[in-house]
């Protein structure tokens, strides 16, 4: 039993399913499945948590499985000129890959133990675009914190708004909630791994459909399918804890802000701390730490008398992660969480958390 394919080609799939055979405890999970059925071949990846498939055309003489060593078949699909012709043959406890006159022979397993690839049975499928892809997977991704041990911080939590799908982050200095267009009325939330969100992204960039049940979810596009399992918690519920947006606030112009806070980190260490204090029409931001400096940043309104503590890399990601050229800081007396407004995005919340502030913050 054989099946014939380019080198090209072949790696292409591999490399798709790949990721989830490194790194496994399992033997079976170090391989890849191959089921030849009529003129496709589908490979199956699993790392016990979740799977990749990827189908390829090929010409064979009939249906056969097996499971190949993962990184010995990448490897050597690899080293193989993208043009050259294989002829991949099943026998007994071994495959055989001949490209002309070379002779390669790798070892299998019984695909009879192989889990099978994970499944969205019953689950709500949401077809989305690229933009929406990388606004509610690629962008929420950046306010999570591997560090964070909590369970709902190891993964962004995607819900129904208004009947449209959106999705949140957070971690211990950050939240983010992105609304996409695609419409999901029916969809209850659901945390969704890290892993799985940077599967997602990489499968569905261009655009593709995600089905979200009780317990997985799956990303498919082409020939290219993924599926993971959901993280079994239960997400806060941010909408009582989000601070208000309020009449009095401070506009600041982002990429001003940015870039003197990007000229402080400069010199920062990680543990550096800049202190934003906020005066008339301006707020002096100085960085404390092995260096220190100062840099002043032109604002319109004032919260005059509030001192805000913000760690220097944090305050980075806070103004890297809206889009809009002017943001507003809503800032409520008494509390360390800052609002952030983004006018041309007015669907979007984002949120951070500031150190304890040195005085007591006096509202403008």
């Avoid at 496994?24 to 799977?51: K, M, P, Y």
């Avoid at 211990?172 to 939330?189: I, M, N, T």
Wanted: hydrophobic residues 45%; negative net charge.
């Amino acid at each position: 039993m054989k099946l014939t394919t380019e080198a090209g080609k072949l790696l292409e799939a591999l490399k798709a399913v790949a990721p989830r055979a490194r790194g496994n405890s399992s033997e079976i999970l170090r391989h890849i499945r191959f089921d030849v059925v009529g003129a496709e071949l589908r490979l199956t990846a699993h790392d016990g948590s979740s799977s990749s498939e990827a189908i390829l055309a090929v010409d064979a003489d009939g249906d056969w499985t097996c499971a190949v060593p993962a990184d010995a078949i990448v490897r050597l699909a690899g080293a193989l000129p993208a043009p050259a012709h294989l002829e991949v043959i099943l026998d007994g406890v071994a495959v055989t890959i001949k490209s002309g006159r070379s002779r390669y022979k790798l070892p299998i397993m019984r695909s009879d133990d192989f889990p099978a690839a994970l499944t969205c049975a019953n689950g709500t499928p949401v077809e989305l675009t690229a933009d929406d892809i990388e606004r509610l997977f690629g962008r929420v991704r950046e306010a999570l914190d591997p560090r964070d041990s909590r369970p709902f911080g190891q993964g962004l939590y995607l819900h129904a708004v208004d009947g449209e799908l959106c999705s949140s982050g957070i971690s211990l200095f950050h939240f983010v909630r992105l609304s996409g267009k695609a419409p999901a009325p029916d969809l209850a939330g659901v945390i969704v791994p890290l892993p799985a969100i940077d599967e997602i992204t990489r499968v569905c960039k261009s655009g593709g459909r995600i089905t979200i049940s009780e317990r997985t979810i799956a990303a498919e596009a082409g020939a290219l399918r993924y599926c993971s399992k959901l993280i079994e918690q239960k997400y806060p519920d941010y909408k009582r804890a989000l601070p208000a947006l309020r009449d009095s606030h401070i506009s600041i112009f982002r990429l001003d802000a940015l870039s003197a806070v990007r000229r402080l980190m400069s010199i920062a260490d990680k543990d550096s701390v800049v202190n934003l204090s906020f005066g008339e029409n301006e707020i002096a931001a100085s960085l404390a730490g092995v260096g220190d400096g100062a840099e002043v940043i032109p604002c319109e309104g004032g919260a005059k008398g509030t001192l805000l503590a913000i760690a220097a890399q944090r305050l980075v990601e806070m103004l890297e992660m809206p889009r809009g050229d002017a943001l507003q800081l809503h800032i409520t007396p008494g509390s360390m969480l800052v609002r952030i407004h983004d006018a041309s995005d007015p669907t979007s919340i984002f949120v951070e958390s500031t150190r304890i502030p040195k005085l007591s913050m006096v509202a403008a």
